[in-house]
């Protein structure tokens, strides 16, 4: 079993420093090729990062274990805002006010109801899929005309700053970033969903439930370490547009293209449970967003106190 847990770690830690190689190889390569930073941003650097998440979800669809492809988005969008949001405020409070979201959190508001009503309606399939990644070309089509009329501070993507973007090393260095992502991912996903399988079958639980707890952890953990030391860095603000926006990527491109590919199942477990926390995590921003409220230390005990009861729940009930 230990060997297991082992592989699984493994198969992450892959999956991370490939998903981070193929950012950087495809953001260098798109620069060199003359594509503005915005556009690069809002598109490469957003499915780069949200790789690893998507080839998990693929290989578990393919190898007929649904349970963790959707437990893995659900779990994460979960995760998202009760660690992810809760833990950076224990060490930093985070202003709402400093980050306009409204429109954001309205998408991915909509995004989370959208996906909801097509699990409840049966399989996404490929026409839902298609309906999921249409939204999502409306909303970067839509993020990518207001940001160039007007740039909010700590809201937009730091365009001087390009996550991954060094136009200093050479052509070759490039290609071996590209190189080890494509080859990196898929083999991250194939350790991580096959360890996870298995520890599934040792532990006499479900798929979902391992793609809801260590999946769903495991890939939401650069976020973490992001938001982290943003708020050592005294700029826990940027944590709540980075969460939203992460969360409505989630829902649209990677079960948006996962369906395109072999139709998601969303198991009975899920929606009978998991699905409303998700929906009731996402409502939970609402007065941070419209009213202003500040994250403080004490609202960051209380998320994280929500996560572990979530988790206590999933595991044991």
Same mark, same amino acid.
């Given at each position: 079993?230990?060997t +297991?847990?082992?592989m699984?770690?493994?198969g ?5 420093l490939?998903?981070?190689s193929l950012v950087r190889?495809?953001?260098n390569?798109?620069?060199r090729?003359?594509v503005p930073k915005?556009?690069?941003s ?10 690893? +998440?998507l080839?998990?979800s693929l290989?578990?669809?393919?190898e &007929?274990?649904?349970?963790?492809a959707?437990?893995?988005v659900?779990?994460? @969008?979960i995760? @998202?805002?009760l ?7 224990l060490?930093?409070?985070i202003?709402?006010?400093a980050?306009d979201?409204?429109?954001s959190?309205v998408?991915?508001?909509?995004a989370?109801?959208?996906?909801? &009503?097509?699990a409840l309606?049966?399989p996404?399939?490929?026409?839902k899929?298609?309906g ?5 070309a ?8 207001a940001?160039?009329r007007a740039r909010r /501070? *700590?809201?937009?993507?730091d ?5 991954g ?7 070759w260095?490039?290609i071996l970033?590209?190189?080890? &992502?494509l080859? *990196? ?8 969903v096959?360890?996870a ?7 006499g ?10 999946v769903a952890?495991g890939t939401?953990?650069?976020e973490?370490?992001t ?5 050592v860095?005294?700029?826990? +603000?940027?944590?709540? &547009? @980075?969460?939203?926006g ?7 491109a990677i079960i948006?293209?996962?369906?395109v590919v072999? /139709? ?5 477990e899920?929606m009978?449970f ?6 009731g995590?996402s409502v939970l921003l609402f007065?941070?967003v419209?009213l202003?409220?500040d994250?403080s230390?004490?609202w ?10 979530y988790?206590t ?5």
């Open positions: 079993m230990a +297991e847990f082992l699984a770690g493994l992450l830690a892959i999956l991370l490939s998903g981070d190889g495809a953001v390569l798109s620069l090729l003359g915005l556009l690069v809002l598109t490469i650097v957003a499915f780069g990062t949200s790789a690893p +998440e080839l998990v290989k578990s669809v393919l &007929g274990v649904p349970g963790i959707v437990g893995n659900v779990g994460s @969008n995760a @998202n805002v660690l992810v949001l809760g833990v950076p405020a060490v930093s409070s202003r709402s006010t980050c979201a409204r429109k959190y998408t991915m508001m909509l989370s109801v959208m996906f909801a &009503g097509l309606t049966g996404i399939g490929l026409w899929g298609m999921l990644l249409a939204l999502l409306l909303i970067l089509g839509d993020t990518y005309l940001v160039r /501070p *700590g809201c937009e993507p365009l001087e700053a390009l996550e973007a060094d136009l200093g090393i050479p052509v260095q490039v970033y590209l190189l080890v &992502g080859v *990196g991912l898929p083999f991250g996903a194939d350790l991580l096959d360890s399988v298995l520890i599934a079958h040792d532990f639980v479900s798929e979902a439930v391992i793609g809801l707890t260590l952890i939401s953990l650069p973490l370490a938001t982290v030391m943003a708020a860095r005294q700029h826990a +603000e940027v944590a709540l &547009g @980075n969460v939203i992460s969360n409505m990527f989630n829902l649209l948006g293209t996962t369906a072999h /139709p998601v199942a969303v198991t009975a899920i009978r998991d699905l409303w926390v998700m929906l995590a007065p941070f419209y202003g409220l994250i230390r004490r960051g005990l209380a998320f994280i106190g929500l996560y572990a009861s988790l729940f999933v595991v044991v009930g």
